[in-house]
């Protein structure tokens, strides 16, 4: 039996009608709809609490979620009255429908928390199984008991396709860590687990018909068919479809490895152990070649009943097919023109393959080609851009740019990736009072080409405005224009790469500086042009071709990421891709974002099991031989792991970028961002517009005194692990950069002012802070510079 209470209007405030944009119930993704009564009032949960579903029998997810509640209040739950005709919360599915997930299922769903219980009503099982994740989202342990909010939920889906690629090719990940990720995307209404399950470094998937893959391909890490229906069992359960991947006709060494005679080249080949684009590739003219594709097909499709198989596709270095005279002499008797269209001719006969076995083609931007069938799936890699262009031709896609988590980046930049190309809203259009001014940029990398394009700053009647081209992007508006002095200029761009935030000098005819992306600093220099460049527009699908976009997948590449730090890696991070995917394409305000997202994080540790926080203990006791973690836990409040593949370049950088370069260190345990960095910046940002913020000014103090006091804690526990040592100087700079915030802080709440000189060497040790120390970033430079641009000012 529950209970309720009527509260006052005033405690549940601004909680009365929720739809579009987000509003500040603990619910991500947030629903369509959200309503609640004019008379607030609470749903007291108790250890009686009762389930009954009717019109399907969800097999076993009752008990999960009477266990999900125990788990959340902490309680023994009393047992299940299965006779009772009352239940508590009252489940009804208005349609019996196959267990197993396909794309168009119907996942809408409603939930009525009142002062007579819960009714969550929904077209099938896979609304229902999201309808009590948004249930369990809403408990509430209170400071008198454990109750639900009175409140009316509608739910349904933007888009169909809201995946995780898992990547079990580069480093091997066991079915119980599998199984974990599936019941966190459960938890954020995440649909499709993308099962990338072979790659050049290793072959995961058994096969009856071609066991030298796995005896001579996978150091004996591989999954019997057994365990991979276990996985699709598992999924199904909890409403997920599982897609399998392997990699035709690149990423193909492990197959070199074991069948030789299937490749471009002879053999023999070695176990590739480098990362990167590597040359095996397939021989499309064999017939072998097409004999072991619809062998593996065959296998798959007996396995994993999703309709849709992952082809790969990407990155074929076509070395071994330039240099084959054979496969040319084939291409001139075929007419094929290059080696895109030789591509195109293996997948067409794949794409046959597949469809004898009643499954349809995904694969990446690659595989695009106007000879192929408009059935086909194309996951985007490459942007917007790629995106925008294959739905304007009537082909369907997704989107995986800027949903890259095994990349260090800001929740914010991930939440801000709208699937639908933009167009420029006319901000490249020049008036004649308008007064442009445009200059080149050249930004090397550590690892590939330079970054090379032009940006334009337009002073106009209304302020300034500006565009960013990138050398073969489209271009784009910048945003947040400052100039912080007469020749100085930052501004912020989303990229491909990272939220991306130029911090410029602009002299007569030359430009240096740096490109900040995320945390880390890239040297820039450039010319001042003469005229404003041409531009590639955006390619903007109109109303009914944005029907193709279908969704888009968290990447979670496999580089730097293990079994023993892959919870840290996608977790809480996920369900603001999840949110991308899942609510309305309005609902955008990053820090009403960041607020439900710290309330995911705790409820997906208690709740669902994810293991983020217990991962991160684990490796800080093996870096401290000890359980005192906290020197090790306020050292990670300053420091951010390096974003972008800065730390991927770097072990490139230093012969180190291959599988057994070990994930031990202290950045392999750091969230890619620090909520107390961000928190700190924002209670900087409101002593800089208010230096009679005493709470703030006294939060900033209390946390510098905090880093000071750490600092000889810290230092002992490098000393005494030669894995810890190289973050010395990280520890030295923490220390001083709290000295520093100590004295801007006393200084901008007493409303002094700098001198120039002290500026400028203040300015200069942060500079210094800023590099990159064991792929290790001190993110609060950041912050402390707001702190001495408003010293500089006042």
Do not use: C
């Amino acid at each position: 039996m529950l209970r309720y209470s009527v509260l006052t209007a005033g405690l549940l405030l601004g909680f009365s009608a929720f739809g579009a944009p987000a509003g500040e119930l603990p619910l991500m993704p947030w629903p369509t709809k959200v309503e609640s009564p004019a008379t607030p009032g609470m749903l007291v949960l108790n250890d009686r609490v009762s389930v009954r579903i009717t019109g399907d029998t969800l097999d076993d997810a009752a008990n999960r979620l009477r266990a999900r509640i125990a788990q959340q209040t902490g309680w023994t739950l009393q047992p299940a009255d299965n006779k009772s005709q009352h239940a508590d919360i009252n489940i009804i599915i208005a349609q019996k429908v196959a267990p197993q997930p396909e794309p168009d299922s119907d996942e809408s769903y409603t939930l009525t928390v009142d002062a007579r219980g819960v009714t969550l009503a929904a077209n099938s099982r896979f609304g229902a199984l999201h309808g009590m994740e948004t249930l369990l989202q809403l408990i509430q342990n209170g400071a008198e008991n454990s109750a639900l909010p009175w409140v009316t939920i509608e739910d349904s889906p933007r888009f169909p396709w809201r995946g995780v690629l898992l990547d079990s090719a580069r480093h091997f990940l066991p079915v119980a860590d599998i199984k974990r990720q599936i019941d966190g995307m459960a938890a954020a209404k995440l649909n499709v687990l993308h099962w990338h399950l072979a790659d050049d470094q290793g072959w995961r998937f058994a096969s009856a018909q071609y066991p030298k893959l796995t005896q001579l391909a996978s150091d004996g890490l591989y999954y019997s068919a057994e365990e991979m229906r276990e996985v699709v069992r598992y999924a199904t359960a909890r409403g997920i479809r599982v897609v399998p991947e392997i990699d035709m006709p690149g990423h193909a060494s492990a197959i070199a490895v074991a069948y030789p005679e299937l490749m471009s080249a002879p053999g023999p080949y070695t176990m590739a152990r480098q990362w990167g684009v590597l040359k095996p590739v397939l021989d499309p003219t064999k017939e072998e070649t097409y004999r072991f594709a619809e062998t593996i097909v065959s296998e798959l499709a007996a396995i994993f009943p999703d309709p849709w198989v992952h082809i790969g596709g990407d990155e074929v270095d076509d070395t071994q097919w330039k240099n084959n005279p054979a496969i040319q002499q084939f291409m001139q008797q075929n007419n094929l023109a290059d080696s895109h269209a030789l591509q195109a001719w293996f997948n067409r006969k794949l794409e046959k393959i597949l469809e004898k076995h009643q499954r349809k083609m995904v694969g990446w931007d690659e595989i695009y080609h106007p000879s192929l069938p408009k059935s086909i799936l194309i996951q985007s890699w490459q942007g917007q851009d790629a995106l925008g262009e294959v739905a304007k031709k009537g082909y369907k896609g997704i989107l995986s740019t800027g949903f890259y988590l095994d990349q260090p980046q800001y929740s914010a930049y991930h939440y801000r990736n709208e699937l639908v190309p933009q167009g420029l809203n006319g901000v490249d259009k020049l008036s004649a009072t308008d007064h442009p001014r445009s200059w080149s940029f050249s930004m090397p990398r550590l690892k590939g080409s330079p970054v090379t394009g032009s940006f334009t700053l337009v002073k106009g009647e209304t302020g300034w405005r500006g565009f960013i081209d990138f050398d073969g992007k489209s271009r784009r508006a910048v945003q947040n224009i400052v100039w912080r002095s007469e020749n100085q200029v930052t501004f912020s761009v989303d990229t491909w790469m990272s939220e991306t935030r130029p911090v410029l000098t602009l002299n007569a005819d030359k430009l240096d500086g740096y490109f900040l992306l995320g945390n880390v600093r890239y040297p820039v220099t450039g010319t001042r042009l003469n005229t404003v460049p041409p531009g590639i527009a955006p390619a903007v699908p109109d109303a009914s071709q944005q029907d193709n976009l279908l969704g888009g997948e968290v990447a979670l590449w496999a580089e730097n990421v293990a079994a023993p730090v892959l919870d840290i890696k996608l977790w809480p991070r996920a369900f603001a891709v999840a949110e991308r995917l899942w609510s309305a394409q309005d609902v955008v305000d990053v820090s009403n974002m960041y607020t439900r997202l710290q309330a995911m994080d705790s409820w997906s540790a208690v709740s669902v099991g994810l293991q983020q926080h217990s991962q991160q203990q684990v490796q800080f006791i093996r870096l401290a031989n000890s359980a005192d973690i906290l020197p090790l836990q306020i050292l990670a409040q300053a420091v951010e792991p390096a974003h972008y593949y800065t730390r991927n370049h770097l072990k490139f950088q230093a012969g180190n970028y291959h599988q057994f370069e070990p994930l031990n260190r202290f950045v392999d345990a750091l969230p890619a961002e620090s909520t107390t960095v961000r928190q700190m910046n924002f209670r900087v940002e409101r002593l800089v517009s208010d230096a009679n913020d005493k709470d703030s000014a006294a939060a900033l103090r209390q946390l510098f005194t905090l880093w000071q006091n750490n600092t000889q804690q810290a230092l002992a526990l490098s000393e005494r692990n030669y894995q810890l040592r190289a973050i010395t100087p990280v520890i030295h700079q923490v220390d001083k950069l709290a000295s520093m915030g100590m004295r801007l802080t006393d200084l901008l709440a007493r409303q002094g002012v700098l001198d120039e000189s002290e500026k400028v060497s203040i300015q200069r040790e942060l500079d210094s802070a800023a590099e990159i120390q064991d792929e290790v970033v001190v993110a609060a430079v950041y912050p402390l510079e707001k702190l001495l641009q408003a010293a500089g000012k006042r």
